[in-house]
């Protein structure tokens, strides 16, 4: 059992501190948003996410999980301290900011009077560790036996709990590998993990914080590839859905990320794949990764053909038009619409003078702060009332299993556009509705 501080209570530092618990430590989550905290400490997560209200409830009542505002208790409490704060896209720029995780150790470091470990798991520029570790040093009493490792996360929205319980791997980067105290740390924190023979990669600062970065610009290449093949297949007339399951079965390529549609949105892979970019370029070496500007760019172009497709639905024009958007967040199984194609759609739709209707199982509260102009419906059916096409953007199960005949009745014209690609376009053909997927002829 290990007393661990975890710095940040949002999407990942309050997942990672409850699953912390859940392996049987004893933990602090540490946040300066008082009503979050309080939130947290009656047992309500600010956000949704599977399984995870659960876990946090369990292990508060075990006494394991607690909430405080003060970085001089974390202090003194904590032998390991994570940190799980965000690092959102600069404004105005490409680059990541850096403000909370430089926040971070500024308070905690001048008052680390005794050895400590701090463990980042933020996803970070490479370099920023060794910068951090050399601040953390300089700023705390304990000076030297404070040390800086980074442990980058790999979770997905939907699946947090089990990708932190059950990783696919662990990955550790140290300063001196063998020298110092953190990697017998990261051991004994997960040590249930390494029961399980979780692969554990020991690696340098900058490798550990390259693997996060460049993982994600791998699987935001992918998705962006086969939409780049879905734009050949629209104008060959062939179907991109066909087509990804053929090259999918090639071992080398694999199904995974291979579904065409609106593209990839969230907090991670769109301002990731362009603070690499920008990281990159500071450290000269922006040619080897001038492939992600077109892997973002085939990305948002994806939007764009969705709304060029609405207004061919509604005879070139969305004016005046009922839109029927069902789906708000980036990905089903989530209530994020961080960078969601979804309402980014919804949004430049409206701008072009259609009547938008949104309808979203868990993300309507979201989507209202973010885009409040925007009409907002409690079900499918009062969404789609009157509509003249319907926009299916995020592939929730309540949408992939719709019933076309239910829905015939609603609408002023029988008219869908599937944005993902998770609907039957026989199934909807048949009961007398235009359909048309992205891709697909």
Known sequence: MTRIAVFGTGYLGATHAACMAELGHEVLGVDVDESKLAKLEAGEVPFFEPGLEEVLKRNIDAGRLRFSSSYREAADYADVHFIGVGTPQKKGEFAADLTYVDAVIEELAPLLTKPAVILGKSTVPVGTAARLANRARSLAPAGDDVEVAWNPEFLREGFAVQDTLHPDRLVLGVERSGVGRAEEVARDVYAQLL???????????????????????????????????????????????????????????????????????????????????????????????????????????????????AREACGGSVLGARVAVLGAAFKPDSDDVRDSPALNVAGQIQLQGAAVTVYDPKAMDSSRKLFPTLSYAASTEDAVVGADVILVLTEWKEFRTLDPSRLAGLVRQRSVIDGRNCLSPSLWRDHGWQYRGMGRS
């Open 195 to 309: 029961g399980e023979q979780i692969p554990f990669l020991v690696t340098d600062l900058a490798t550990a914080e390259l693997v996060k970065t460049s993982a994600n610009a791998f699987l935001a290449t992918k998705i962006s590839f086969i939409n780049a093949m879905a734009e050949v297949c629209e104008a060959a007339g062939a179907d991109v859905t066909v087509l990804a399951d053929a090259i999918g079965y090639d071992v080398r390529i694999g199904r995974r990320f291979l579904n065409a549609g609106v593209g990839f949105g969230g907090g991670c892979l769109p301002k990731d794949i362009r603070a690499f970019m920008a990281r990159a370029g500071e450290l000269g070496a922006d040619q080897a990764l001038t492939f992600l500007r077109e892997v973002d760019a085939i990305n948002m172009r994806r939007r764009t053909r969705m709304v060029e497709m």
